[in-house]
């Protein structure tokens, strides 16, 4: 009788698929006999691609291999299989890949939930200077045409913005709805990745995240003796990543041709990183030199994290408070020119 599979909020992500898998890795239970275990706790989308996975392994097949052709499980979890197998520390591999995904899995739904506030004030903001520019400003400048009233710089200014903002407010409220869902997946689209890390505030935060993963995947391989080429290839594939990975591959095939790595990393991976690859290889401690790397860029995008979160909902409510506080000031001041003529010319 098979066991009930656990309520879908257990397995929300793969870092909650590895650490069960890291689980049953510090059992003893060989890894074929550990998948099929697996398969009988998971959600029925996971079921089959884990039973066939642990035939895979019987037969001998690559555990990378086996992953690639398994849509329903996550490529970069074949990884860290390969990796930990091949480094007789499957659990410990596992563990560690399940904190990494869940520190970046926590940072981007805090980036998600940093926006939504923003963008509430962005669509209001924006329904704000509709009706303003179509049913107050039109009938403020006809008010002062007819009453040959003299414009201030500021009225002049809300007048002449008016037609704009309205659109300018648009483009913006739509890019901050478009930016989770960039985040969420459409990284993997090379034109869209190097879109999504050119970004103002979001870019260097995401692109810490990726590289505190590379970094990390990189410390993994070369621990267990994989060859920096080929570490780099399959730090491309877990990565997933329509910017990074091609990256990792160009490195890749400048160090096969007998290029220093710190050199072939110029201009693909961040400024940062150079130093510590130059580092790593003239005193032959690449593995340290990526340890290293990771646990900076991972401190760095925990900070990083906190300073998105802490900064965009106050910046966004000070750009609106001043924006209406302009707003009101350019339609009113001439009205009090106005009236003080009116009663003046009403007194004499």
């Not at 963008?119 to 039109?138: A, D, E, K, P, R």
């Not at 990393?265 to 593995?287: F, S």
């Amino acid at each position: 009788m098979s066991t009930p599979a656990p309520t879908s909020g257990l397995w929300r992500s793969e870092a909650d698929l590895a650490a069960r898998l890291a689980e049953l890795a510090k059992t003893g239970l060989p890894l074929p006999e550990g998948l099929k275990a697996l398969a009988e706790e998971v959600p029925r989308r996971l079921r089959q691609p884990l039973r066939h996975l642990a035939d895979c392994i019987l037969r001998g097949e690559g555990v990378w291999d086996a992953v690639q052709g398994l849509s329903a499980l996550p490529a970069p979890l074949g990884v860290m299989l390969q990796a930990g197998i091949a480094q007789g520390r499957l659990p410990e591999v596992l563990e560690q890949y399940a904190r990494l995904e869940r520190i970046q899995t926590e940072i981007q739904r805090r980036i998600r939930f940093s926006l939504a506030y923003p963008t509430l004030l962005m669509l209001l903001m924006t329904g704000l200077s509709f009706f303003i520019n179509y049913f107050i400003v039109m009938q403020f400048r006809e008010l002062y045409r007819g009453f040959g009233v003299h414009l201030p710089d500021i009225t002049l200014f809300v007048f002449y913005t008016s037609r704009y903002l309205p659109w300018l407010f648009t483009a913006v409220t739509l890019t901050m709805i478009a930016i989770p869902l960039l985040i969420g997946g459409l990284r993997r689209v090379r034109s869209v990745a190097a879109v999504v890390y050119w970004l103002p505030i979001f870019g260097p935060l995401l692109t810490t995240l990726k590289m505190s993963q590379l970094t990390y995947w990189m410390k993994m391989f070369l621990e267990g003796g994989v060859p920096l080429p080929r570490a780099l290839h399959f730090t491309a594939a877990g990565l997933h990543d329509g910017y990074f990975s091609p990256a990792c591959r160009r490195i890749a095939a400048e160090v096969e041709q007998g290029r220093p790595l710190g050199d072939a990393a110029v201009r693909k991976l961040p400024a940062t990183m150079i130093p510590i690859l130059e580092w790593g290889q003239r005193t032959n401690a690449l593995p340290e030199a990526f340890a290293a790397a990771a646990e900076m860029y991972e401190s760095r995008a925990q900070l990083r994290g906190t300073l998105v979160e802490s900064i965009l909902s106050p910046l966004f409510l000070v750009l609106f408070l001043v924006i209406v506080t302009t707003w009101i000031l350019g339609l009113l001041l001439p009205m009090i020119s106005l009236i003080t003529s009116l009663s003046s010319g009403g007194g004499g």
